[in-house]
């Protein structure tokens, strides 16, 4: 049965990175800032599914979205492979849900994506990630990606269960 999760898990994957090039990317943009669906995602699927599944399905992600950018290749699979990690890591160690955790996560995590994002990039060549603009965009990306985690997070949820086990976290308001 875990062919049912890896099925939705890749056919979000795909629809993440539809969503992103297309809807997000030509029309839904606040202030000149795009979402990071896949971002969003990574967070929620992490959040549910621990960190492995978190930085797996990120890393997978970030290659899928790496393909249409102009950044170097693999950049952004880092940075939703690590946020991925840490928010199973962090989920793990909550006690219990509180309602709001799924805008708070998605704005925090959208927060560190972004910043290892521009860090790493600046590191490898990119200095125009160095730039007042990014920290413009990190801000409006990070309330945008918490807004959004709110529809991503049962979504999420619904991708990483498996059948006849229980899932354990955020429920929705």
């Known amino acids: ?18 969503l ?6 030509e029309g839904l943009r606040v202030f000149g800032v795009t979402a990071d669906i896949g971002l969003v995602m990574t967070i929620a699927v992490a959040y549910y599914g621990g960190p492995e599944l978190g930085a797996a ?3 997978l992600a970030g290659l899928a979205i790496d393909s249409f950018l102009e950044t170097p290749f693999g950049l952004s699979a880092l940075s939703y492979s690590l946020v991925g990690y840490g928010v199973g890591a ?19 995590g959208a927060l560190a ?3 290892v ?13 160095i730039a007042l603009r990014s920290l413009k965009v990190l801000a409006i990306a990070s309330v945008y990606d918490a807004t959004l985690a709110i529809v991503a997070f049962p979504i999420g949820r619904w991708a990483t269960r498996l059948p006849g086990v229980p899932v354990r976290g955020y429920r929705g308001a």
């Open 57 to 59: 399905y990120g890393f």
């Open 20 to 25: 992103q090039t297309t809807l997000f990317s």
């Open 90 to 108: 962090i989920q793990t160690g909550l006690v219990r849900s509180i309602r709001w955790i799924a805008p708070i996560l998605g704005g925090l």
């Open 117 to 129: 994002f521009i860090l790493v990039g600046a590191l490898v060549g990119q200095e125009q990630l």
């Open 1 to 18: 049965m875990i062919w049912i999760r890896r099925l939705r898990l890749a056919l979000l994957i795909l629809a993440g990175v539809i």
């Open 113 to 115: 994506g972004g910043a």
